[in-house]
């Protein structure tokens, strides 16, 4: 009844930036909360960035200062804004989102499938 749909990852050198979208799609009546997430290989999904419905937002030490997580509420769409990247920001990139829809009336959590961003010279 909904999904999430990624864009904005590739490869870049170390110090440039990205900026990935995410948009939420179907039958949405509101969208409480959404962030971003990562996985490097061998390691545990990890939050990154978050923002709640009412604009709040809580980073990761490891991108505070480097990364802008932002919404565009009139197209229910997150953003992720990546700037001086480091091979360590390597990874999957997940969009999550925290959807209440007009059937069913309850809240439910949904992922993208992912998009990659691989940072290396």
């Known amino acids: 009844q909904a999904h999430l749909v990624e864009s904005g990852g590739g490869l870049v050198q170390p110090g440039g930036s990205l900026r990935l979208s995410c948009v939420a799609s179907?039958?949405?009546?509101?969208?409480?909360?959404m962030g971003w997430y990562r996985q490097a290989p061998g390691k545990e999904r990890e939050l990154v960035a978050t923002?709640?419905?009412?604009?709040?937002?809580n980073y990761a030490d490891s991108v505070k200062g480097r990364f802008t997580i932002s919404r565009d509420h009139a197209k229910n769409t997150v953003y992720l804004q990546m700037n001086s990247l480091k091979p360590e920001d390597t990874a999957v990139y997940y969009c999550?989102?925290?959807?209440?829809?007009?059937?069913?009336?309850?809240?439910?959590?949904?992922w993208g499938q992912g998009t990659q961003v691989t940072v290396s010279s």
């Open positions: 999550n989102a925290d959807l209440r829809l007009r059937v069913g009336g309850g809240i439910q959590g949904y």
């Open positions: 923002i709640s419905g009412v604009g709040s937002t």
């Open positions: 179907g039958s949405i009546f509101s969208i409480n909360g």
